[in-house]
């Protein structure tokens, strides 16, 4: 059974200060891995995806995920926050062993501090 | 293009009613799904659909169906509603299993 944990439900950083929201996965096969963004009482958009390519993986609006086998976890980085970026982001595995369906983690909700 | 779209936006019943959440997409995708998000659980797959005429159960499946008669549509029918279904709905469509999601807006539905 493939699973995510997203090891803080919270996070608060001040603008312009680096973002860090954390993510470890169980997976029985090479799995493909997503970050999904939700804004307030909005559907949810792609940051990024893994899908056995380079390790570390660049998305829009300067985030960048690593994906480290070793440690099984895909973290999501940003240098310099805005506070746009306040927002519940989500880290998902898809992974054959379950017919490529998405499992979610429970999500990070990110308060950005002027 | 739309997306994927999605209506009612919001909808409130009462315990037993019955009601359809419509979701469409005009992107010629084969894949669609529905999830329900609930506080500190993340998404969880309902129903899915990997082609007109074609389901399957997911995680969450109890007190819902679905239908797929047409590539654009995949309604999600709530039979005999029940307040543990308050939740936000999300419909999702993908151009097949293992490629990117494309979500709707969502209905949140409340069961009093």
């Known amino acids: 059974a493939q699973s995510v944990t997203q090891l803080d439900s919270h996070v608060s950083v001040s603008e312009g200060t680096p973002v860090l929201l954390r993510c470890n996965y169980s997976s029985s096969y090479s799995p493909s891995l997503f970050w999904y963004v939700q804004h307030p009482n909005k559907g949810l958009q792609l940051l990024l995806k893994y899908t056995s390519a380079a390790t570390l993986v660049k998305g829009i609006n300067g985030f960048e995920a690593e994906f480290k086998k070793s440690e099984t976890s895909f973290h999501l980085t940003k240098p310099s926050a805005h506070m746009s970026d306040a927002a519940e982001y989500f880290c998902?595995?898809?992974?054959?062993?379950?017919?490529?369906?998405?499992?979610f983690g429970g999500g990070t909700r990110v308060l950005v501090k002027p | 293009n739309a997306g994927v779209t999605q209506t009612p936006k919001f909808q409130v019943l009462k315990t037993g009613q019955s009601m359809t959440l419509q979701c469409a997409q005009d992107?010629?995708?084969?894949?669609m799904s529905w999830y329900r998000q609930d506080p500190g659980m993340g998404l969880r797959l309902i129903h899915y659909s990997v082609g007109a005429g074609i389901t399957d159960q997911g995680e969450v499946p109890n007190g819902y169906n679905v239908s797929r008669s047409t590539t654009e549509d995949f309604p999600l029918r709530l039979l005999s509603a029940a307040p543990s279904q308050t939740s936000v709905y999300f419909c999702?469509?993908?151009?097949?299993?293992?490629?990117?999601?494309?979500f709707g807006p969502g209905t949140r539905l409340t069961v009093t």
């Open positions: 999702a469509s993908a151009r097949g299993r293992s490629y990117e999601q494309y």
């Open positions: 992107m010629n995708h084969e894949y």
């Open positions: 998902v595995v898809s992974g054959k062993a379950a017919g490529n369906k998405l499992t």
